[in-house]
């Protein structure tokens, strides 16, 4: 029998800009939609179903910026999800979640990450701002060091690299891009007391200037295949230098309204050893 040889294709590169050229719609029936000759994509939802998209390409590594506006008015029930992801039950993900809420209270920003399909770590914010008025910049930072959420440049979140003290983390499944918005209103707003208003319908969410300065992968490969390409690559070895941590305190200090590394009901036991090493 011929043995069978796999070749993977790596390469770190920048995309930016052109929905058409970077992403797919998956699902919606219509309800989703690339204008502007691929600079804006807008998803919405009615009664009847949600949208979505998802990257024609997957990443092992990268620093993702999307511009968003969120759905405007009573959001109520709505989520606009906005997150990397591999596929298969032990997989990893890194989660942004905009959950909706009544006309004038503000959206809670809902984070996770799932390393070997379990997650279970989520954090959440209230925006300094008003995310449904303008478009502003949700970026994650995915290297081998860390995982760092921002919003408008300000890192909200850290997620450290703890391998070696036997803490799972996000390094060999590469990960798609995928975005949606649908109806969860059974929980997003006040645990699902409060219900989407249909009336309001359709809800729509618009998204612009996606950039990715990324490794890219056709079949799979390994984190140090990536770490070999990463010539001109800062992104590949950046970290929180004393500002950013600076102002990653002051977010969580300020807007930060939950965290599973302080639910002492949740883990009557204790914390997961993340919340605990510093």
């Not at 029930?77 to 909706?100: C, K, M, N, P, R």
């Not at 002051?250 to 605990?276: A, L």
Request: glycine share 8%; net charge neutral.
């Amino acid at each position: 029998m011929k043995n069978i040889v796999v070749f993977f294709f790596l390469f770190c590169a920048a995309f930016a800009g052109n929905f058409n050229q970077n992403f797919d719609i998956t699902w919606g029936d219509g309800r989703a939609k690339i204008l502007n000759n691929g600079q804006l994509l807008t998803l919405s939802l009615d009664k009847t179903s949600g949208s979505g998209f998802k990257s024609k390409n997957k990443y092992l590594f990268g620093k993702i910026d999307m511009q968003l506006k969120l759905v405007p008015g009573n959001s109520a029930g709505t989520v606009t999800a906005y997150y990397l992801s591999s596929i298969g039950s032990s997989h990893d993900e890194i989660d942004f979640e905009f959950l909706g809420n009544l006309s004038g209270d503000p959206y809670i920003l809902h984070t996770n990450v799932f390393t070997e399909g379990k997650g279970n770590r989520e954090e959440q914010f209230y925006l300094w701002f008003d995310p449904t008025k303008d478009f502003h910049t949700y970026s994650v930072l995915w290297n081998p060091i860390s995982i760092i959420f921002s919003v408008d440049g300000t890192p909200i979140r850290q997620f450290k690299n703890l391998e070696s003290k036997g803490v799972p983390y996000p390094k060999s499944q590469p990960m798609w891009i995928f975005s949606s918005l649908w109806d969860a209103d059974d929980w997003a707003t006040r645990g699902g007391l409060v219900k989407t208003d249909w009336s309001q319908a359709p809800f729509t969410a618009s998204y612009k200037n996606f950039n990715a300065q990324a490794c890219t992968i056709s079949q799979g490969s390994s984190s140090d295949a990536c770490s070999k390409n990463s010539s001109g690559n800062s992104w590949l070895t950046e970290s929180l230098d004393s500002s950013g941590q600076e102002r990653i305190k002051w977010v969580q200090k300020n807007y930060m309204i939950y965290s599973y590394c302080t639910d002492n009901k949740r883990f009557p036991q204790g914390f997961p050893p993340e919340c605990t090493i510093p």
